[in-house]
C-alpha cells in the first residue's frame, strides 16, 4: 500500500510492503510466575484448601484436571497437563503427584509405579503415610506413633484440632503461624523412619509425610 503526503509544490510517495508491521517500541517480555502444578487424589479437599492458601507469592499454584486416585494414572496425568499447558523447567516448573499411602501394601506398589512415571527434575510423587493429616498433625506436635490407619491419624489429630473437617475451608489459616514447627516435625519423622531401616515410598516408612517438600518450593 502507498501513504502520499504533500508539502508545498512536492508530492511524496512512499511505498511500504505488504504485511509490515511497526515495531512496537520499548517493548519486552514480562517473565510470568512459576507454576506448581499439582494432582490430588480424586476429590480431596484437603490438599487444595491448605495450599490455596499461598497467595500472593513469585510462583502460582495450578491443580491437575482429572478424579483419578490411583497414583499411576495420577502421575499420567499430570505428565500430560505439564506438556499441555507448556511448562518447563527453565522456568521453574514443577509437578507434584501427592497421594497417601493407607500403610498399604497394594497402595505401596502402585506408587512405586507413579514412581516410574515420575522426574526427578520436573515431576515428584509426594507421599503421606497413612494421610495427609500427618502433615497436618506436625503443625502441633511430633509424635513417631505407629498408626495403623488414617482414622487413627484423624482420631489423634483432633486432640489439638478438635474441629478439623477434611473440607474445612480455613485450615491454611488455622495452620499458617505453624509451618516452620510443621517442616521441623516432617523432617524429624523422615529422619527416624530412615534410622530404622526403612525407605521412603514403602509402607514402612511411618509415620511421614512429605508435603514440607511442596511448601518449601512455594517459599523458595
Known sequence: WQIWSCSGNTIEVVIMAKGYKAKKRNS?????????????????????????GFRNLDKR????????????NMMANLRSEYDKLELSQE?????????????????????????????????????????IEVWILCHFRYTSKQFASAADV?????????????????VFDKLKEKIDVARENAILLEQNAVANGFK?????????????????TLLK
Not at 499454584?61 to 499411576?72: H, L, M, S, W
Not at 521412603?200 to 516408612?205: M, S
Open 61 to 72: 499454584i495450578v491443580f491437575a484436571k482429572g478424579n483419578y486416585t490411583d497414583p499411576e
Open 28 to 52: 519486552f517480555k514480562r517473565k510470568r510466575k512459576s507454576i506448581i502444578l499439582v494432582a490430588t487424589e480424586g476429590n480431596n479437599k484437603t490438599e487444595k484448601q491448605y495450599l490455596q
Open 91 to 131: 522456568d521453574g516448573d514443577i509437578g507434584y503427584c501427592i497421594v497417601d499411602m493407607d500403610v498399604s501394601e497394594k497402595q505401596e506398589k502402585a506408587i512405586a509405579k507413579a514412581d516410574k512415571k515420575a522426574d526427578s527434575q520436573k515431576l515428584k510423587v509426594i507421599v503421606s503415610n497413612p494421610n
Open 200 to 216: 521412603p515410598h514403602i509402607k514402612g516408612f511411618l509415620p511421614s509425610t512429605e508435603l514440607y517438600k511442596v511448601v518449601d
Open 154 to 170: 484423624i482420631k489423634e489429630l483432633k486432640k489439638d484440632y478438635p474441629e478439623y473437617d477434611k473440607s474445612s475451608p480455613d
